[in-house]
């Protein structure tokens, strides 16, 4: 498309990536058709070509106010269209540089920004949200059920084997992971202890910094990166293989901390290596030889999948975690427009839980339809989210191939969650 | 026709834009407009401020913009009536758009118009397998509907590459064609009813259940009417059982006219194959990288042919078709290996003109048919008009219909190559009618292609397409300005394309 940003800002860094992802795209509309948001909308503002229409004009210099603002909140960030678009636009890049530019012209009313700003200071802070955490799940019972959905019901941490192996990878400190399912990673490790890999915490790591990057506090993101990548390079340098990712929002993240800091002299090159090193947990299993587990379920369980957006559309690993689990005997329920986003994504059902629980209805009936004994997918918020609308237990699929777990025990669970509400449409 | 011919004004600068002519006044009063209009409609249904409608401005051709003074987005068809009724009244153009995929700027709004967005109305509303229809709402992604038939062993046979995207509605505007149409026919030969709304907002429905039904066939008028008689607002598709067997043949040629030789050669034998498809090396490339379907990077054109019907007579035609390949010198062929790698040859074809968005910032994307004996000699001539342009030409087409796809690359940031582009096009649309072939194959002529219009068609043929558009809109209100040239604008056109030291329609008085 032709484009006429101004010469100020096509002569700087994120000017020329704009200009050069804007020009990719020949607006041929077919990545519409994937977009979660201009199915349930219809309206083209809504679409990916839209908000690159959006984002374009904002740049071009034209007047982009509120309405600008509200089509690019709406947008998941979930990056259907890029799997879609045919002329490899990189529309998530895109929409980072395109909020950041509307959040220096629009100011939010105040109730906005507060709410951004709590999220902001309290998710990615194991501690802090661990406080709301427990608070939210002692009143659950006493709160509306509509809410007490939402609270996922407190989980007793699992133990972490003891045994220490040559082969070492790293693991993501994470944010809020821990807090509610610390079995996913004590899951990971036991996995991996069965592979012959043993899986380390580094100290003083924290949140990718997903959350606050695409919250428009760029700065911020950047900063939790940092301080990954310094709890992280001790690790690396004395051996570590990889960074074994079990969360995908997270590991999407990590992947481009070597993009993202690539201006930063004291960081660029220590980000480049850590983001060549990460990896989801499912590309480790895929190269190691899997006979040695033999996952607890198999047999029995009918699993339905569902592959978050960070890891189908963000990572580009679509059908990666099916095959490891169908090659682990699993059975596999077909899950129709698997493709599309269950409207957890960050922040967002938070943001916008209108938009946010249309999606989740469409994607817990998918995903019933084949009559599944668990759900398996590849990020905590997806989990939680999709839990709160279903009766089927919802796992990490790593926990599926635990060795230690079985898939029954998580259905009674699962059963726990209330479901006053029919799950239709 | 005697209305007086007024312009849209607002063409943005820089910008080759064809002037929209109206055959009406200005709105009296646009804050008259917006409130009889939001009486109408719900409250985000209708968009008014610039920053909302800029996306709107263009469809699949974006070189071609104009800003629409108001965007409505109903979701009953009741408000469909109203918004026409609304425009009607006050003599304010209406241009109805689909899925904007649109390749000739059919849905290029009108600057002093209401763009009326038909995207909302996504439902499919009954599926009559034993009848093998299906009843659906305009905006309904033509995959979409064999996808929701797939289950019962049924498909929509028209595929036009874009339809993941492009709407039923906007199919039945344009007759859209496909890879599967070169044996099963245009959208017109697959659609059974329509209802429209005209701009008075009268429903009309043309078609019925039976085959054949008495009087004109006004389905077919209203299919390729490119929205200038009615808007569509709903539509009874026929479905086709899945055959028994398709199977896709890949040939690889060292050579474009050798490649062209052997689709004369293949219908020359009395095949009729479900596609026939050819790309060229660059289109070859672009779609590889990608789907990664494997697809020979070094081939100079490939061709895809793809088999269905009863297992032993596709395995029979395979080898027929093998040995066609063979006899013209492929430097490859062979069968899909499974049915994963025959979706990925076909969705590399299907994806390969955004794909070139890979190669060139921008592409225009041509669409001509021509007399299949004469592909080899036109590919010939538009390689040698490329050279001479200095602009990359990369070709992917359903060659089994003779429909050409040249895709012209330029950059549309480079002062001059979007003439130059529109130049070699106007050319090559030229070649196609000289060999006795038409402008346009499936892409509609819309507001790009209009000025051939008055190559292809007489001025008295001309005035007869004006007539129709008057039995439906009197007030010429609908779309105005796409599809039909007025005498007027051809008699310009002439002016400037003087051929062969004769001017085109020299019996028109020219202004
Ligand atoms: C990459 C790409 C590949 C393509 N490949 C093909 C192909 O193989 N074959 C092919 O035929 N086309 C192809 N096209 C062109 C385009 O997709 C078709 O013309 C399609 O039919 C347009 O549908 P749409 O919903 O996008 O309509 P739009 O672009 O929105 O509108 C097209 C025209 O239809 C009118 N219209 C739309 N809806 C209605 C309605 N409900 N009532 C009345 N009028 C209406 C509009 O006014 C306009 O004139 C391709 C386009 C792209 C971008
Ligand atoms: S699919 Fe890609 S090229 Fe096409 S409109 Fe969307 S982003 Fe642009
Ligand atoms: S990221 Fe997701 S929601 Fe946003 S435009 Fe792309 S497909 Fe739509």
């Keep these: ?425 | 026709m005697g209305a007086i011919m007024i312009y849209c004004p607002n063409s943005p600068p820089g910008k080759t834009i064809m002037k929209t002519p109206v055959t009406n006044v200005q709105p009296r009063n646009r804050r008259e407009l917006i409130a009889a209009l939001q009486r109408v409609l719900p409250s985000q249904a209708l968009l008014s401020e610039t920053e909302d409608l800029r996306p709107y401005e263009c469809d699949g051709l974006s070189a071609y913009c104009e800003l629409p003074m108001l965007v409505a987005l109903p979701d009953t068809v009741e408000q469909v009536r109203a918004v026409l009724v609304a425009c009607h009244e006050r003599g304010v153009p209406v241009v109805a758009r689909g899925a904007g995929t649109g390749l000739s700027g059919g849905a290029l709004p009108c600057s002093n118009g209401v763009l009326l967005s038909l995207a909302k109305f996504n439902r499919i509303l009954e599926i009559d397998a034993a009848n093998r229809t299906a009843r659906v709402q305009p905006g309904v992604r033509n995959l979409a509907i064999s996808q929701a038939v797939a289950h019962l062993g049924l498909y929509y046979a028209p595929d036009p590459s874009s339809q993941i995207a492009c709407s039923i509605g906007g199919n039945v505007a344009e007759n859209a064609g496909g890879v599967h149409c070169l044996k099963y026919g245009l959208t017109v030969h697959n659609i059974q009813m329509l209802s429209f709304l005209t701009i008075e907002g009268e429903l009309i429905t043309v078609g019925g259940a039976a085959l054949d039904a008495p009087g004109y066939d006004l389905l077919a008028f209203m299919t390729g009417s490119e929205g200038l008689l009615g808007v569509i607002v709903e539509i009874t598709v026929k479905l086709l059982p899945q055959p028994e067997r398709a199977q896709v043949v890949l040939a690889a040629f060292d050579d474009v006219e050798k490649a062209g030789a052997a689709v004369a050669a293949i219908i020359g034998a009395g095949i009729v194959p479900a596609g026939l498809e050819m790309m060229d090396n660059l289109a070859i490339r672009a779609a590889e990288q990608f789907v990664h379907a494997g697809y020979p990077v070094d081939a100079e054109a490939i061709l895809l042919c793809e088999l269905d019907g009863v297992n032993e007579e596709v395995s029979e035609q395979i080898l027929q078709v093998r040995e066609i390949f063979q006899q013209c010198g492929a430097t490859e062929s062979h069968t899909a290996r499974d049915e994963r790698e025959r979706a990925l040859f076909w969705a590399g074809r299907k994806a390969a003109f955004p794909a070139v968005g890979r190669l060139a910032p921008d592409y225009y994307c041509m669409d001509g048919t021509i007399p299949r004996k004469h592909l080899a000699r036109v590919l010939r001539r538009i390689g040698e008009m490329s050279a001479e342009a200095g602009l990359a030409v990369a070709n992917v087409f359903h060659a089994g219909d003779g429909n050409l796809h040249p895709l012209i690359l330029y950059d549309a940031n480079k002062p001059g190559d979007l003439e130059r582009t529109e130049r070699l096009g106007a050319k090559i649309l030229e070649l196609c009618v000289a060999v006795g072939g038409t402008i346009t194959g499936e892409h509609g002529v819309g507001v790009e292609k209009i000025n051939q219009m008055c190559i292809q068609f007489s001025a008295s043929a001309l005035a007869q397409f004006h007539a129709l558009k008057h039995a439906f809109d009197p007030r010429g209100l609908l779309n105005p300005g796409k599809a039909v040239p007025t005498l007027q604008r051809c008699a310009e056109y002439g002016a400037m394309h003087v051929h062969g030291g004769k001017v085109l329609f020299p019996d028109l008085e020219r202004f």
């Design chain 1, 1 to 425: 498309m032709q484009t006429t940003l101004s010469d100020s800002l096509r002569s700087t860094p994120l000017g020329q990536e704009a200009d050069s992802i804007l020009r990719a795209c020949v607006h041929c509309g077919f990545c519409a058709a994937t977009c979660p948001t201009y199915g349930l909308l219809g309206d083209e503002l809504d679409s990916p070509r839209g908000r690159i229409y959006l984002i374009k004009q904002m740049l071009e210099g034209a007047t982009a106010g509120q309405n600008t603002q509200l089509h690019l909140d709406r947008c998941l960030a979930c990056r259907a269209c890029e799997t879609t678009c045919p002329s490899g636009v990189r529309y998530g890049r895109l929409l980072d540089i395109g909020r950041a530019a509307i959040e220096q012209r629009v100011r939010r009313p105040l109730p906005e920004q507060i709410k951004r700003h709590l999220l902001r200071v309290v998710i990615p802070y194991e501690r802090r949200f661990t406080v709301v955490l427990r608070v939210a799940q002692t009143l659950r019972a006493f709160l509306p059920p509509t809410w007490r959905r939402s609270i996922p019901p407190p989980q007793l941490p699992t133990s972490w084997p003891r045994s220490s192996h040559e082969r070492k990878m790293l693991a993501l400190a994470g944010c809020v992971q821990t807090p509610i399912a610390p079995n996913i990673d004590a899951a990971t490790a036991r996995v991996l202890d069965c592979l012959g890999i043993s899986l380390v915490r580094a100290s003083g790591g924290g949140c990718c910094g997903a959350l606050s990057y695409h919250l428009g506090a760029q700065e911020d993101g950047l900063e939790f990166a940092r301080r990954n990548i310094d709890a992280w390079w001790p690790h690396v340098e004395s051996g570590a293989e990889a960074i074994a990712i079990n969360a995908s929002g997270c590991g999407v993240m990590v992947k481009e901390y070597g993009h993202l800091l690539r201006e930063d002299p004291s960081y660029a090159e220590r980000a480049d290596r850590i983001s060549a090193m990460a990896m989801d947990i499912s590309e480790v299993l895929a190269k190691e030889n899997r006979a040695a587990l033999a996952p607890a379920g198999i047999g029995t369980a009918r699993i339905a999948f569902h592959s978050p957006c960070s890891l189908q559309h963000g990572q580009k690993l679509a059908g990666l975690v099916e095959s490891i689990l169908e090659s682990a005997g699993f059975e596999l329920t077909p899950v129709p427009d698997g493709h599309l986003c269950c409207g957890s994504a960050g922040s967002y059902s938070l943001l916008q839980p209108e938009l946010s629980r249309q999606l989740l209805l469409q994607r817990v009936l998918a995903l019933e339809s084949g009559q599944p004994t668990a759900i398996g997918t590849a990020n905590i918020g997806c989990l939680a989210h999709l839990q709160s609308r279903t009766s089927v237990p919802v796992r990490h699929w790593i926990e599926l191939l635990d060795p230690g777990a079985s898939v029954v025990s998580l259905r009674d669970e699962g059963a726990q969650v209330e479901l006053t509400e029919p799950t239709t449409l």
